[in-house]
């Protein structure tokens, strides 16, 4: 069952409160009706990437975070995050950064966390919370 978009922003606000981010985000503030066209293009995330943070800072690990909390897996959809009330568009600088970053690894269709990434999150989100093994 797909959970509401309310429970996304539930989870998304309190992983970025956890890391000081806890003003009004940028992105995935509300749910769109289609998935992201571009998000299945490998080089649509990595536009810009000379400009974007850096993947270890409070932002990225929170949204991160938030993402895997949210999913209760280890792989993103990379055309949005599907809730009963539509797709939530993945923070593409976040995404770039932690891309690059080597935090997640781009397959087909789906970010999927490297062993970095894991440990990134791990002190946040208990890996036997989104079935990774230990």
Same mark, same amino acid.
Request: charged share 25%.
């Given at each position: 069952?797909?959970?509401?978009?309310?429970?996304?922003? &539930?989870?998304?606000?309190?992983?970025?409160?956890?890391?000081?981010?806890?003003? =009004?985000?940028?992105?995935?503030?509300?749910?769109?009706?289609l998935?992201?066209?571009d998000?299945?293009n490998? &080089?649509?995330? +990595? =536009?810009?990437? &000379?400009?974007?943070?850096?993947?270890?800072?409070?932002?990225?690990?929170?949204?991160?975070?938030?993402?895997?909390?949210? +999913?209760?897996?280890? =792989? %993103?959809?990379?055309?949005?995050?599907?809730?009963?009330d539509?797709?939530?568009? +993945?923070?593409?600088?976040?995404?770039?950064a932690?891309?690059?970053?080597?935090?997640? =690894?781009?397959?087909?269709?789906?970010?999927?966390?490297?062993?970095?990434?894991?440990?990134? %999150?791990?002190?946040?989100v208990?890996?036997?919370?989104?079935?990774?093994?230990?």
């Open positions: 069952m797909t959970k509401p978009f309310s429970d996304f922003d &539930n989870a998304m606000r309190v992983r970025l409160a956890q890391f000081g981010e806890a003003g =009004e985000r940028s992105t995935n503030k509300s749910p769109k009706h998935p992201q066209a998000g299945r490998r &080089n649509y995330w +990595l =536009e810009g990437r &000379n400009t974007k943070q850096h993947w270890y800072t409070p932002r990225t690990v929170g949204y991160l975070a938030g993402y895997i909390d949210f +999913l209760r897996r280890d =792989e %993103i959809p990379c055309d949005g995050i599907e809730t009963s539509g797709y939530v568009w +993945l923070d593409k600088g976040v995404m770039c932690l891309f690059v970053g080597e935090c997640v =690894e781009f397959r087909r269709d789906v970010f999927v966390l490297t062993q970095k990434g894991r440990a990134l %999150i791990a002190p946040f208990s890996p036997a919370d989104y079935g990774a093994a230990t």
